[in-house]
């Protein structure tokens, strides 16, 4: 007797589901499950939703975060301070920053960071657009945000070594112990960093 399977379209959402980041088969059949059966579920919203933020949404030319036909949000404000230029990994990193409201800068996203395992060198990132842009903003603070994984520090070594030529200011977010955080479970070089940017 043959096993009962699901009909193809089904066994195709599932498959695509799959394909995203962090949803495993199970999760993927819940989802497509739920799309198919729910009333709640609006799957012509959210298949109308997703061509057209595909379509619709790119890269800004200028700083690397989000856009559309209109424009960057974060570019296209007035307000903003532009002497100082934020440089993130990726477009993604701009947005939990905007949240904290601590910064009113440009930003400027890499589009990644440094890896000779992964084969992502200087080229590999948006450092050429970075040095047109300081062509235009003299005395400009940068201010690398970078993660501090091996990646993230080799990435920041590389782009304080590169800046030095330039008419910047080049500073780094200070590191150390979070909100909370007890002292005991911290490793040594979170509580290294921790003393060096104390205030």
Same mark, same amino acid.
């Given at each position: ?11 195709? $959402? &599932?498959?695509?589901? !799959?394909?995203?980041?962090? *949803? ?15 009333? !709640?579920?609006?799957?012509?919203? @959210?298949?109308?939703? &997703? ?6 949404? %790119?890269?800004?030319? !200028?700083?690397?975060?989000?856009? %559309?036909?209109?424009?960057?949000? +974060?570019? /296209? ?11 993130? #990994? ?6 939990? &920053? ?21 084969? +992502? ?8 657009? $970075? ?10 603070? &940068?201010? $690398?945000? @970078? /993660? /501090?994984? +091996?990646?993230? #520090?080799? %990435? ?7 800046? *030095? ?25 979170? +509580? ?8």
């Amino acid at each position: 007797m043959a096993r009962a399977e699901y009909p193809q379209p089904v066994g195709d $959402l &599932i498959e695509q589901l !799959k394909r995203l980041p962090g *949803v495993g088969p199970r999760s993927a059949e819940r989802m497509a499950l739920w799309l198919l059966q729910s009333s !709640k579920a609006q799957p012509n919203g @959210l298949a109308e939703s &997703i061509q057209h933020a595909a379509a619709s949404v %790119t890269s800004c030319p !200028k700083c690397g975060f989000f856009a %559309t036909m209109e424009g960057c949000p +974060v570019c /296209s404000d007035q307000a903003r301070d532009t002497g100082k230029l934020c440089l993130v #990994e990726q477009a993604t990193d701009v947005l939990p &920053i905007e949240r904290s409201g601590a910064f009113k800068g440009l930003y400027h996203c890499l589009g990644g960071k440094l890896s000779p395992l992964d084969n +992502v060198g200087p080229d590999d990132l948006r450092i050429a657009q $970075l040095i047109k842009r300081l062509e235009g903003l003299a005395g400009v603070e &940068i201010i $690398l945000a @970078l /993660s /501090s994984d +091996v990646e993230g #520090e080799a %990435t920041t070594n590389y782009l304080m070594d590169l800046l *030095v030529g330039y008419d910047c200011e080049v500073s780094r977010l200070a590191q150390g112990l979070p909100a909370g955080g007890i002292l005991e479970h911290a490793d040594a070089l979170t +509580v290294s960093r921790a003393f060096e940017g104390r205030r």
